[in-house]
């Protein structure tokens, strides 16, 4: 029922910026939860940020003080502004949405921090 379109990804030299974007369609609830996730070559998808509705925020301590989640909720839509970038952060980094108790993803989209 909920479809999740991401862009922004692209190749980025270290301490330089990017900033994701995540649109949700479809059977959206004003209760919900987005966030990210990454996942880099031989390594497990982890957490890097989410938002509720509600204005909750959580980061990853890897990430903090570097990125920020933010949404808009009138567009259906999470950002991810990536500020500092390392080459650590260089993963597939996928949009989560959860809401009515139902979870989806979004497809990947490529970050690269390389020089």
């Known amino acids: 029922q909920v479809q999740l379109a991401e862009s922004g990804g692209g190749l980025v030299q270290p301490g330089g910026s990017l900033r994701l974007s995540c649109a949700a369609s479809?059977?959206?609830?004003?209760?919900?939860?987005m966030g990210w996730y990454r996942q880099a070559p031989g390594k497990q998808r982890e957490l890097v940020a989410r938002?509720?509705?509600?204005?909750?925020?959580n980061y990853s301590d890897s990430v903090k003080g570097r990125f920020t989640i933010s949404r808009d909720n009138a567009k259906n839509t999470v950002y991810l502004q990536m500020n500092s970038m390392k080459p650590e952060d260089t993963a597939v980094y996928y949009c989560?949405?959860?809401?009515?108790?139902?979870?989806?993803w979004g497809q990947g989209t490529q970050v690269t921090v390389s020089s």
């Open positions: 989560r949405y959860i809401g009515a108790g139902r979870l989806y």
């Open positions: 938002s509720s509705s509600g204005g909750g925020t």
């Open positions: 479809g059977s959206i609830f004003s209760i919900n939860d």
